[in-house]
């Protein structure tokens, strides 16, 4: 199975950008990668998934790299609410599309 | 909101008991799954269900049974609770569509095995 590397942990202060990186270099031509974020005492939560091109939604920016071997989430403005586990996931490339999750990098947020 | 809900939301219970969590659904969703989360550990999949009575074991999945009889429902049994499953166990769902995979989670249930 494809996995994915993240930092452990980031820091970043409220109202400025944040990009988080995941390396996966041995990532498939069929797997899609998928950010999940878990704020504290939660179940996850989805934010953004994309298999070559940039895409963007009313949470986040994912940038993939032309080789598909990385791939950057973008908070455009963190806000203290952001502050989360965010984990960048690789899909199963079988026929059920199973999840595997790894530690994640936990993003503190500073006022 | 994707409608999931578990329960019970806490427990403890003892080792060598049975123990049932449940997992309901209001969405009609055909794909439904089972995780545990411990530190140090991300999440891991215990058992998955792709339809009714159609179940299918994860990467942890010794010790647990799941069954399906209704689509908004999805039980997760452990037989013989033992101290090494104290966990937070969360459930999901998949959202239907091409090259949509998120999954929506449910809120946890805390489990404790004295």
């Known amino acids: 199975d494809a996995k994915t590397t993240q930092p452990n942990s980031m820091e970043s202060n409220e109202e400025e950008p944040v990009h988080l990186p995941c390396n996966h270099s041995?990532?498939?031509?069929?797997?899609?990668i998928h950010w999940y974020r878990q704020l504290p005492s939660q179940g996850p939560e989805y934010v953004i998934h994309?298999?070559?091109?940039?895409v963007n939604n009313r949470m986040a920016s994912l940038a993939i790299a032309e080789d598909r071997k990385s791939s950057t989430l973008i908070l455009h403005r963190a806000t203290l609410r952001d502050a989360a586990v965010y984990y960048c996931?690789?899909?199963?490339?079988?026929?059920?599309?199973?999840?595997?999750w790894g530690l994640g990098t936990s993003l503190a947020v500073n006022p | 909101d994707a409608g999931i809900t578990q329960s019970p939301r806490h427990k403890v219970t003892e080792t060598g008991t049975p123990v049932t969590l449940r997992c309901h659904q209001t969405?009609?969703?055909?794909?439904m799954y089972w995780y545990r989360q411990d530190p140090g550990h991300g999440l891991r999949l215990i058992h998955y269900s792709y339809g009714v009575k159609d179940t299918d074991k994860g990467e942890v999945s010794d010790g647990y049974s799941v069954s399906r009889s209704k689509t908004e429902d999805f039980l997760l049994t452990l037989e013989s609770a033992t101290s090494s499953q104290t966990s937070v166990y969360f459930c999901a769902i998949r959202a239907p569509g091409q090259g949509k995979y998120e999954q929506y989670f449910g809120p946890g249930t805390r489990l404790t095995v004295t």
């Open positions: 996931i690789l899909s199963d490339a079988g026929n059920n599309r199973k999840l595997i």
């Open positions: 041995t990532i498939s031509g069929t797997d899609y």
């Open positions: 994309g298999l070559t091109s940039n």
């Open positions: 969405e009609n969703h055909r794909y």
